[in-house]
């Protein structure tokens, strides 16, 4: 898809973070933007942000709520958002969860929660989308992360959940062929995000050290690293300098390099750890 102008593109998770850089970078280029998120007073603030960064005043920016945990939701909404704007040319499924902990301090219904969001949630949207654009052709994203190409210390839910993004979307690639949709998966390190504040909570020294290998991006780096896989029907989108070369060696040594790095690291923080607490 090269040309965004007029196009209508439904963002799930379009209030903050990635979704809603996204979304603004898009409304800069002419789409139509609709976002889909759980909080309306979040969803006010973003919808004023997309307007300001759009091309032309007549372009439609607006925001349907909905919980893609809530398999109901999802398939109402999206019925409701194609009768009132019609049916997406691009679909880009940004909305998730996470959990920075060890495995042994994850409660299976933490676990449930982020499948939920993270997995099923991407499924259901992708399900109810699906109809309405198979007489058109398009594009979707589905929002992985590099934690979905590379097992992190500290990350067994939520890498969990992304990997099982990236092996979806090289499913739907094949299948979504013959609609002539294309499929992008994007699988950035660490973003600047509400989530990076939230994980400091719990995250383990061992991960903190071993994501700092990835980098850090913010939220438009990413965007812009979409925007442009979207345009070049990208499958597989890694953005930052850092995180290709992490991935590039994880790929070309299967997977020795970096466990061999982590496994470095995480020794290192624990003995740390272990002496400040003597």
């Known amino acids: 898809m090269k040309d965004f102008s007029r196009r209508i593109v439904y963002i799930t998770g379009g209030s903050s973070g990635i979704g809603l850089?996204?979304?603004?970078?898009?409304?800069?280029?002419?789409?139509?933007?609709?976002?889909?998120?759980?909080?309306?007073?979040?969803?006010?603030?973003?919808?004023?942000?997309?307007?300001?960064?759009?091309?032309?005043?007549?372009?439609?920016?607006?925001?349907?709520?909905?919980?893609?945990?809530?398999?109901?939701?999802?398939?109402?909404?999206?019925?409701r958002a194609v009768k009132t704007f019609g049916p997406p040319d691009v679909l880009i499924a940004s909305a998730g969860i996470g959990s920075a902990d060890v495995f042994e301090n994850i409660s299976a219904k933490t676990f449930d929660s982020i499948m939920k969001t993270n997995v099923y949630g991407v499924r259901e949207t992708v399900a109810a989308a699906l109809p309405y654009m198979k007489g058109r052709g398009g594009h979707m994203v589905l929002m992985s992360s590099e934690a979905g190409l590379i097992g992190m210390y500290g990350y067994t839910a939520y890498s969990t959940s992304k990997y099982a993004l990236v092996g979806l979307a090289e499913c739907l690639r094949a299948e979504f062929k013959r609609y002539r949709i294309g499929v992008s998966?994007?699988?950035?390190?660490?973003?600047?995000?509400?989530?990076?504040?939230?994980?400091?909570?719990?995250?383990?020294?061992?991960?903190?050290?071993?994501?700092?290998?990835?980098?850090?991006?913010?939220?438009?780096?990413?965007?812009?690293?979409?925007?442009?896989?979207?345009?070049?029907?990208?499958?597989?989108?890694?953005?930052?300098?850092?995180?290709?070369?992490?991935?590039?060696?994880?790929?070309?040594?299967?997977?020795?390099?970096?466990?061999?790095?982590?496994?470095?690291?995480?020794?290192?923080?624990r003995w740390r750890a272990e002496r400040r607490a003597k």
């Open 185 to 269: 998966v994007v699988c950035p390190p660490e973003v600047k995000t509400p989530f990076l504040e939230w994980e400091t909570k719990t995250i383990p020294p061992e991960a903190r050290m071993v994501k700092s290998f990835a980098g850090l991006l913010d939220p438009e780096t990413v965007a812009r690293a979409t925007v442009r896989g979207i345009r070049k029907g990208k499958f597989l989108i890694v953005p930052g300098a850092m995180a290709r070369l992490m991935y590039f060696l994880h790929r070309h040594t299967n997977g020795r390099a970096t466990r061999m790095s982590s496994d470095l690291v995480a020794s290192f923080a």
């Open 21 to 79: 850089s996204t979304a603004e970078l898009l409304a800069g280029q002419g789409a139509d933007i609709i976002i889909f998120a759980r909080n309306r007073k979040r969803m006010d603030e973003a919808v004023r942000k997309i307007k300001e960064k759009r091309k032309d005043a007549s372009q439609r920016v607006d925001m349907m709520r909905m919980d893609v945990s809530d398999p109901r939701d999802v398939p109402r909404a999206i019925g």
